[in-house]
């Protein structure tokens, strides 16, 4: 069965640090997102991309964090410096936009933890 | 503003009896509505989703919702939990008119006791 994949799975790092996260989501799939959850809490959007295009970062912070999705296929979400408050599980999801079910599928996700 | 609220942080049951999660949730558009299911340090699998039609709604492990637009309510059943049911369970809504992006209520941890 297709799978979202993620990597790494534990991140530890120290803040000021730099730090990223990629994601291949299922083959196919225009639609891929990065939600943020902090323990505890639902998980939160930070960024939507539609093939390459960025359809919605409203919620990421632009002065930290940034996300590619250069060829339409895998992402990266970097984060640069890493702050305390960043330690959470970040999620990668994709979805049909020919099927359009509105399913996210999500990968395991990258947990990271910031000292 | 979209919002998703699952009133219950925490709720325990026994083994072998019935289970009720509550799901709330204001949205501008033609909701579609999910529920899915965290164990710890995991991603999210799908329980099930309800589009349009019926209301009532079949999922995967015997569980099923039902979509009140009324009540603005689609909340969560099982008849006779099992211990491996013991998980978070988040409630999301999302649509066509806001690029399908789902927004997920703060989740409910079920615990099973035997």
């Known amino acids: 069965e297709a799978e979202v994949a993620q990597s790494p799975r534990y991140k530890i790092t120290e803040k000021s640090q730099a730090v990223a996260f990629w994601c291949d989501p299922i083959s196919g799939h225009a639609t891929l997102y990065w939600y943020r959850q902090i323990l505890g809490q639902g998980p939160e959007l930070l960024v939507q991309f539609q093939d390459e295009s960025v359809v919605d970062d409203s919620q990421l912070p632009k002065d930290r964090f940034s996300a590619e999705r250069l060829k339409g296929v895998d992402s990266t979400l970097k984060i640069q410096p890493a702050e305390l408050g960043d330690s959470a599980m970040y999620l990668c999801a994709s979805s049909s936009t020919t099927l359009n079910t509105g399913e996210l599928f999500f990968g395991e996700g990258s947990r990271l933890t910031v000292l | 503003a979209q919002s998703v609220t699952q009133p219950d942080i925490h709720i325990t049951v026994s083994e072998g009896a019935s289970l009720e999660l509550r799901c709330n949730y204001s949205?501008?558009?033609?909701?579609?509505l999910f529920w899915y299911v965290q164990s710890p340090g995991q991603g999210l699998q799908l329980l099930l989703k309800?589009?349009?039609?019926?209301?009532l709604v079949q999922g995967i492990k015997g569980f099923e919702a039902e979509f009140k637009r009324s009540q603005s309510s689609f909340n969560l059943r099982k008849p006779s939990v099992h211990w491996s049911d013991a998980a978070e369970y988040f409630c999301a809504v999302g649509s066509m008119e806001y690029g399908n992006k789902l927004v997920f209520g703060a989740g409910t941890i079920l615990r099973v006791k035997s």
């Open positions: 949205y501008g558009a033609t909701p579609y």
């Open positions: 309800y589009f349009s039609g019926d209301t």
